[in-house]
């Protein structure tokens, strides 16, 4: 049975498990319990309510995909997460490494007619203050920043892991999204790079969580970066 509107739980859940999709991580309870730091048990009950009110259903090797109606249901609420975003910063002058718990507080509550203001408010910005598209079917694919090699030009196109305590240490070291610079020095413990107006260096697991656009770029992973679903996750409590 499939039902029109997601209780305001179901969404945090949906919202999870879209960006782990977004990110090609494995569905798995495991992930989405890592992701919003709850139990399995927990997980499992959510997940089993989610399967009975056809958002999503279980593949053969035990992971989750979603169903048409769960996929429509979780790029909108994704899509409204990331305008309120863009629409705290531009419009009320919010802190971008701020506005992610902001968000979360108005996210479940928004009208039509405030999603249609805030839309002509932010006029023709298509991302969220974090680098990631409003309308999620325009994401760019990147590469973790750590991976990168000296002397890759790089363009930073986005945050991963919008954990508070990560936003605040990015912002501090001066990583911005569209920044554009050449990458310095990358060893075991941290990733330099030269931007036009500064030198930014970064742990080398923060690094893992920013992707960017790169010259030459880095072959491809066997494995994504664990820091993707280690913090808190992008879009729960």
């Known amino acids: 049975m499939s039902h029109d509107q997601a209780t305001v739980a179901e969404e945090e859940y949906l919202q999870t498990i879209f960006w782990l999709q977004e990110v090609e991580l ?18 499992h009950e959510m997940v089993a309510r989610l399967e009975a009110d056809g958002y999503v259903h279980r593949k053969p090797d035990k992971s989750w995909e ?27 002058d919010i802190p971008w490494d701020d506005v992610h718990e902001q968000a979360e507080l108005m996210e479940h509550a928004m009208s039509p007619l405030m999603e249609e203001k805030m839309l002509a408010a932010i006029g023709n910005a298509k991302t969220c203050p974090h680098g990631h598209p409003i309308d999620p079917a325009d994401r ?20 991963e892991n919008e954990a508070e305590d990560l936003l605040h240490y990015l912002k501090a070291t001066g990583v911005e999204p569209g920044q554009e610079g050449e ?30 656009l790169a010259d030459p770029s880095p072959p491809p992973r066997t494995a994504l970066p664990e820091q993707l679903v280690l913090a808190k996750e992008r879009y729960g409590r």
């Open 26 to 43: 494995p569905i798995t309870g495991a992930n989405i319990a890592r992701a919003m730091q709850l139990s399995a048990p927990t997980v």
């Open 66 to 92: 979603f169903t048409q109606h769960g996929a429509e249901q979780a790029e909108q609420i994704v899509r409204r997460h990331r305008l309120i975003e863009r629409f705290l910063t531009d419009v009320l």
């Open 140 to 159: 760019i694919t990147g590469v973790p920043l750590s991976d990168c090699e000296v002397g890759a030009k790089i363009t930073i196109l986005r945050f």
């Open 183 to 212: 990458i310095v020095s990358v060893d075991d413990e941290e990733v330099t790079y030269r931007s036009l107006s500064d030198t930014h260096t970064l742990s080398r697991s923060s690094g893992e969580t920013v992707s960017v």
